[in-house]
T-cell receptor
C-alpha cells in the first residue's frame, strides 16, 4: 500500500518564477491538505481540498493556489515566487472528517 | 498568531526514563489534539491523539494528557528509547479536521 507521495523531491527556482508541486494521497483517502514548513518551525496550514474544492484556507496570499483531481491527487501552485517562499512543502492526506493525517516526505523548494 | 505553542525547543532524556513534552493552546474551539513525530528527511508521522471530551489517552509507551481548563496538553513517553529521538509536533484541530494548527516542535534526544 503506497503512502503519500510527492514530486519533485527538491526544486530550485528564481524569484518571480512559478512552481507546481504534486501530491498523490494514500490509497483510499479523499482529502488532501498542504503545509509549508520553514526551517525551525512547525508545518503551517496552506489549504485543504475535498471533492475537488478548496474547503479551508490558512493565512497565505492568493499567489498560493491549488487543485484536486478526480483521482484525489493534488497540485500546489505558487506564482511570483519570493525568497521567503523557500521552505519544505508537505502534503497530507486523510479521510473526510478524520483528524489523523498521513504526510508525504515533502518537496524542498529553494528560491534564489 | 501562535494558537499552539511548544515552548521547549529541545529536551534531553536518559534511556529508560520518562520524557514529558508540553504544549499550550489558546483557541477554545479546538476539539481534537494530536501528536506527530518527525525524523529527518521524512514527513511527520501520526503518533497519538485525544478528543476534547477526554483527559487521557494511552497507547503503549505513549500517553497524552489534556487539561482543558489550563489549555494544556502533554505527551509522556515511558520508558524512553533511543529510537524515540525525533522532533515532536503538537497539533490542534476543529470542525472535523478542516484545518490543523501545528506547534513549532520539540526536539527530543534520548541518550543511551
Amino acid at each position: 500500500d503506497a503512502g503519500v507521495t510527492q514530486s519533485p523531491t527538491h526544486l530550485i527556482k528564481t524569484r518571480g518564477q512559478q512552481v507546481t508541486l504534486r501530491c498523490s494521497p494514500k490509497s483510499g483517502h479523499d482529502t488532501v491538505s498542504w503545509y509549508q514548513q520553514a526551517l525551525g518551525q512547525g508545518p503551517q496550514f496552506i489549504f485543504q481540498y475535498y471533492e475537488e474544492e478548496e474547503r479551508q484556507r490558512g493565512n497565505f496570499p492568493d499567489r498560493f493556489s491549488g487543485h484536486q483531481f478526480p483521482n484525489y491527487s493534488s497540485e500546489l501552485n505558487v506564482n511570483a515566487l519570493l525568497l521567503g517562499d523557500s521552505a519544505l512543502y508537505l502534503c497530507a492526506s486523510s479521510l473526510a472528517g478524520v483528524y489523523e493525517q498521513y504526510f508525504g516526505p515533502g518537496t524542498r523548494l529553494t528560491v534564489t | 498568531d501562535q494558537q499552539v505553542k511548544q515552548n521547549s525547543p529541545s529536551l534531553s532524556v536518559q534511556e529508560g526514563r520518562i520524557s514529558i513534552l508540553n504544549c499550550d493552546y489558546t483557541n477554545s474551539m479546538f476539539d481534537y489534539f494530536l501528536w506527530y513525530k518527525k525524523y529527518p528527511a521524512e514527513g511527520p508521522t501520526f503518533l497519538i491523539s485525544i478528543s476534547s471530551i477526554k483527559d487521557k489517552n494511552e497507547d503503549g509507551r505513549f500517553t497524552v494528557f489534556l487539561n482543558k481548563s489550563a489549555k494544556h496538553l502533554s505527551l509522556h513517553i515511558v520508558p524512553s528509547q533511543p529510537g524515540d529521538s525525533a522532533v515532536y509536533f503538537c497539533a490542534a484541530s476543529a470542525l472535523g479536521g478542516f484545518k490543523t494548527i501545528f506547534g513549532a516542535g520539540t526536539r527530543l534526544f534520548v541518550k543511551a
